[in-house]
Antibody, heavy 117, light 112 residues
Framework: EVQLVESGGGLVQPGGSLRLSCAAS????????MHWVRQVPGKGLVWLSL????????SYADSVKGRFTISRDNAKNTLYLQMNNLRAEDTAVYYC??????????WGQGSLVTVSS | DVVVTQSPLSLPVTLGQPASISCRSS???????????LSWFQQRPGQSPRRLIY???NRDSGVPDRFSGSGSGTDFTLKISRVEAEDVGLYYC?????????FGQGTKVEIK
């Protein structure tokens, strides 16, 4: 059974940093591209970032480029999102998603990040 | 960046009746490999999104056959042949052809 479990969310002050993790199991992580998507409560889905299986190629939404970094540890079957210089508008539920012919054949349960003083 | 526009944003439907959601992109979604990376997602209240359709018209495993996708180029449609109560929720299209990828605004499907 495919499982994606996010962790690392919580309350952080504006300007602070946080690293989200997504533990993957039930599929061959090392051959799968992976995505991060976020959703402000009550609002729509926003695609954030993509990383290829080897971790050598990444893509970002303009809203997070230069502040967020996607990475992966294939030995640990884990995806990461390092978030720096956080702003109030980054408050959202963050989902990791597996890629198969595009984003999202499987999704995690989401991790809530709240940016507030 | 590619803009993806869904319509309508709200769709009241009668149980057992068909429903249709439109998704239009600001650029053609045909990729250099010949594929069109347009997907549809369902998000029930309080749940993570679930992909229904990938590459325009391919149903994901376990998706009921009352859901179908069609379209080409910049114009795409998700159809539900006979709406059931469990279909209530938000529906999103996603273009994966151009980077950065982008979702539509979402369409809320509710029962009349």
């Amino acid at each position: 059974e495919v499982q994606l479990v996010e962790s690392g969310g919580g309350l952080v002050q504006p300007g602070g940093s946080l690293r989200l993790s997504c533990a993957a199991s039930g599929f061959t992580f090392t051959t799968s591209s992976m995505h991060w998507v976020r959703q402000v409560p009550g609002k729509g889905l926003v695609w954030l970032s993509l990383i290829n299986p080897e971790g050598t190629n990444t893509s970002y939404a303009d809203s997070v480029k230069g502040r967020f970094t996607i990475s992966r540890d294939n030995a640990k079957n884990t995806l990461y999102l390092q978030m720096n210089n956080l702003r109030a508008e980054d408050t959202a539920v963050y989902y990791c998603a597996k890629d198969s012919y595009g984003c999202g054949d499987y999704w995690g349960q989401g991790s809530l990040v709240t940016v507030s003083s | 960046d590619v803009v993806v526009t869904q319509s309508p944003l709200s769709l009241p439907v009668t149980l057992g009746q068909p429903a249709s959601i439109s998704c239009r992109s600001s650029q053609s979604l045909v990729y250099s490999d010949g594929n069109t990376y347009l997907s549809w997602f369902q998000q029930r209240p309080g749940q993570s999104p679930r992909r229904l359709i990938y590459k325009v018209s391919n149903r994901d495993s376990g998706v009921p056959d009352r859901f179908s996708g069609s379209g080409s180029g910049t114009d795409f449609t998700l159809k539900i042949s006979r709406v059931e109560a469990e279909d209530v929720g938000l529906y999103y299209c996603l273009q994966g052809t151009h980077w950065p990828q982008s979702f539509g605004q979402g369409t809320k499907v509710e029962i009349k």
